[in-house]
């Protein structure tokens, strides 16, 4: 797809951090993304999404972007969950690529540069940083390590995703993808990865992965065995209204018609992405 250099965004890279009790670290996050986007030589804006926090996070993060250029604050009043500020990111993220990063930086933004050339090599959508690849290098737990291969099987089993690793929180995607995808969404906890790419998956949209580094940047995980409960309980969801309900695919009939007739779209058939004008 060709861009249009005087579209809104066009060449911009929105990073979105969701946050929730961060203020310990959301200076650190804060620089560090700016010192590698600036590094990478692309156009960028930070976007905190706060969800809930009853920290400083909000505090710190204002006073952090003030010496930063391109800093975004958005709060929640109350805390819903992950997936409800991701979604948030995506409303108001105005780049042409659109990258997820999570706030404790165990999966560093210094890698999208990796991430920006798989998507143009592979000519991708999607672009997401696995700890399954085999190139990756992962300082994880090993109950960690085989939660998520076991839930890599379990996704596999279900829903026949081309990839190994829906949960990590490095994530790029081209703006159009979300523009489609967002309105779909439901899921606003631990599941919401998986959603949106089972979404685009169906769509037609490529997903591809790249190796990343991670690191361990906290003594415990946030998500403990009851998280785990809700992870399973929000993918079955996510399968029943994919399959049984099809829900997706109803409420997509309205938000492909919508697109079609925005600028800088044509209108596609049910089954595959439409293209922005070039």
């Not at 960028?44 to 204002?62: H, M, N, R, Y």
């Not at 709060?75 to 992950?82: L, P, Y």
């Not at 997936?83 to 933004?109: K, N, T, W």
Request: hydrophobic share 40%; charged share 25%; glycine share 8%.
């Amino acid at each position: 797809m060709a861009t249009d250099p005087a579209s809104p965004g066009a060449g911009l890279v929105s990073v979105v951090i969701p946050t929730f009790n961060e203020a310990d670290g959301i200076e650190r996050c804060l620089t560090e993304c700016a010192e590698a986007m600036r590094a990478l030589g692309v156009p960028f804006e930070l976007l905190v999404v706060d969800d809930g926090s009853t920290d400083d996070t909000i505090a710190v993060a204002q006073a952090a972007g003030d010496a930063i250029e391109g800093v975004r604050i958005e709060a929640a009043s109350v805390n819903a969950g992950k997936g409800s500020a991701l979604i948030r990111g995506m409303q108001l993220a105005r780049g042409e690529l659109v990258l997820f990063v999570d706030a404790d930086l165990e999966v560093h933004p210094r890698q999208l540069g990796l991430l920006r050339e798989t998507m143009f090599r592979e000519d991708a959508d999607i672009v997401i940083g696995s700890k399954l690849h085999p190139d990756a290098e992962i300082d994880y737990p090993l109950k960690r390590r085989i939660l998520s291969q076991g839930y890599y099987v379990l996704v596999r089993v279900l829903f026949r995703l081309p990839v190994r690793d829906t949960q990590t929180g490095l994530k790029l995607y081209r703006r159009r993808v979300l523009e489609r995808v967002g309105p779909r969404l439901l899921v606003k906890r631990f599941a919401h990865d998986l959603e949106v790419l089972v979404n685009a998956h169906r769509l037609g949209y490529r997903i591809a992965e790249a190796p990343v580094v991670v690191t361990r940047e906290r003594a415990f995980p946030r998500v403990g065995v009851g998280d785990a409960r809700v992870v399973l309980r929000d993918t079955l969801g996510v399968f029943y209204r994919t399959y049984i309900t099809r829900y997706y695919d109803r409420v997509g009939r309205h938000v492909d018609r919508a697109l079609g007739d925005a600028p800088g779209w044509r209108s596609a058939g049910p089954d595959g992405p439409p293209d922005a004008k070039s």
